[in-house]
């Protein structure tokens, strides 16, 4: 049992350390982004479920491949939080609790917003592109998969797990949340499945870019005249004896 905690404790023990401050003092309220991005989703299944509702809600926050990319891109915001009506709506609403919660709490509302929707972008747009290569490549969709709509909050919830599993060192965690992935597009091979993979594709390109730009305005700052080694404060170079 020793090993088996001690793993835990690697794997997880940073995001549990990050998270456990905040819930204990606040709970709930220290995810205010999250509770609200529930509220959304179930009101969203409710009003979408109705007669009069399901063609609104299409209106305002269904994308898919078809659409004129504009229009798709005006609504991709929204499509974050319709959840697919042959799913459990529960599930929907207990993963984004959880997820957007966890990465809430750990990341900020505006990093977790903007990771969820570089996540649900990238799907939106390999969509397009996959229905445009065709079934006969690797990476395309058939021709009715452009009337499927995207796959809503779980594409979010699958790049948020991949960027808190990585930043928080749970690297087991966030390689086989990719691996599951890619045994679903494998088994189902239908578009969310892929649509999953294009959106954990998308965060790991903006945390290589964000990466990337951390590690340059690091050197740049070193390069600055006044952090050259040995000079002052000031910035002055050092007086000769």
């Known amino acids: 049992m020793k090993p088996l905690a001690r793993w835990a404790r690697a794997e997880w023990g940073l995001l549990y350390a990050t998270v456990r401050g905040p819930l204990v003092k606040r709970r709930l309220r220290a995810a205010p982004m999250t509770v609200a991005a529930v509220c959304l989703t179930a009101l969203l299944q409710f009003v979408q479920n109705q007669s009069w509702g399901y063609r609104f809600v299409q209106d305002i926050g269904g994308v898919r491949a078809e659409d004129p990319l504009g229009l798709a891109l005006l609504r991709t915001p929204l499509s974050l939080f319709v959840p697919a009506l042959d799913l459990p709506v529960w599930g929907a609403l207990a993963q984004i609790l959880v997820v957007f919660g966890i990465a809430e709490m750990c990341l900020g509302w505006w990093r977790t ?7 649900t972008l990238a799907g939106t747009l390999y969509a397009r592109a996959g229905v445009a290569l065709g079934p006969h490549s690797p990476l395309g969709l058939a021709a009715s998969d452009a009337r499927v709509v ?9 790049g948020l797990a991949v960027c808190l599993g990585w930043r928080y060192g749970a690297y087991v ?6 691996a599951a992935m890619v ?5 189902k091979d239908n578009l969310a499945g892929k649509e999953h993979l294009a959106a ?15 590690r ?10 006044g952090n050259r080694a040995g000079s002052g404060r000031s910035g002055l ?4 004896s």
């Open 173 to 178: 965690t966030a390689g086989a949340v990719a």
């Open 216 to 225: 340059l305005r690091s050197r740049w700052r070193q390069r600055r005249p």
């Open 200 to 214: 954990i594709a998308g965060v790991v390109v903006l945390y290589a870019a964000v990466a990337v730009g951390r």
């Open 113 to 119: 917003l903007t990771v969820a929707y570089v996540a």
């Open 183 to 187: 045994v679903e597009a494998v088994l």
């Open 150 to 158: 995207d796959t809503g909050p779980s594409a979010a919830v699958v």
């Open 237 to 240: 170079p050092p007086i000769q």
